[in-house]
């Protein structure tokens, strides 16, 4: 994925279509400058008679990398997968975002964006540290409050959002089963932070978890999974679920 300025053979790159001709079309490639030329035949998949039937200029268009020399390179737009052309494209979301970010709140941009690419390579790997919880990544660069509330806050809003339900049915043949599984309910209650039960009809409850983002909310409600599992078979209860993404 693009990353620093050096072009990489193999490498994907957000590029803008800058002049369309016969045989294919020359694109300047993401934040480099540089042009490069993508054959015709590099276009698509089908066969394509009129090259403006897919593009138009000024468009912007995922490329990789075929050549790279002093005097040319070439590009392919057919070649690039799905998957690099979604994680390209939300490299550049993320990048651009963040760049405007800096151009409204401090004075010298370009100055600040040229130095956490030397730092990190480019906006979206300090944006990616940011992600995992390191926030001290912000700290060499010495942003004014302003900026460093407005990094952080659109960080946060980027987090997968996830709600994990599950519909669990729980079942005591012995003579204190309703005591049993009020037990073990209440006691899983003693630790209740980012979910929460509720009662449906016997036999079935519902558990919903909701740690924020989606990494955390797996975690835990496999955690709480696990405990059910575990403290059912110790109180002779009989434990099942199904869970209900959302």
């Not at 998957?83 to 490299?91: D, G, H, I, S, V």
């Not at 900026?147 to 959002?161: G, H, I, R």
């Amino acid at each position: 994925m693009e990353g620093t300025d050096e072009i990489k053979v193999g490498g994907v790159y957000i590029c803008k279509v800058k002049k369309i001709l016969q045989h294919g079309i020359i694109v300047e490639i993401g934040s480099t400058r540089k042009e490069g030329f993508v054959h015709i035949s590099e276009l698509s998949n089908r066969w394509v008679k009129n090259v403006k039937d897919l593009v138009r200029e000024n468009s912007l268009v995922v490329c990789k990398v075929l050549e790279s020399t002093p005097q040319s390179i070439s590009l392919s737009i057919k070649r690039v997968g799905d998957n690099e052309k979604r994680q390209t494209l939300k490299e550049w979301s993320i990048s651009n975002r963040l760049q405007k970010l800096i151009e409204k709140y401090d004075k010298s941009p370009q100055n600040l964006i040229d130095a956490i690419k030397g730092e990190y390579g480019s906006l979206y790997n300090l944006y990616s540290e940011l992600l995992d919880g390191n926030t001290s990544a912000l700290d060499k660069f010495k942003l004014k409050q302003d900026l460093k509330d407005a990094v952080l806050k659109f960080v946060e809003s980027t987090k997968k959002k996830l709600v994990i339900r599950s519909l669990l049915t729980i079942r005591s043949y012995g003579e204190d089963g309703v005591d049993s599984i009020k037990r073990l309910l209440l006691e899983q209650y003693s630790d209740r932070k980012t979910w929460n039960f509720k009662y449906i009809k016997a036999p079935n409850y519902m558990l919903e978890v909701n740690a924020g983002d989606a990494k955390k909310t797996l975690a835990e409600n496999r955690k709480i999974i696990d405990s059910l599992e575990k403290r059912s078979k110790e109180l002779g209860l009989e434990f099942n679920y199904k869970e209900i993404k959302s």
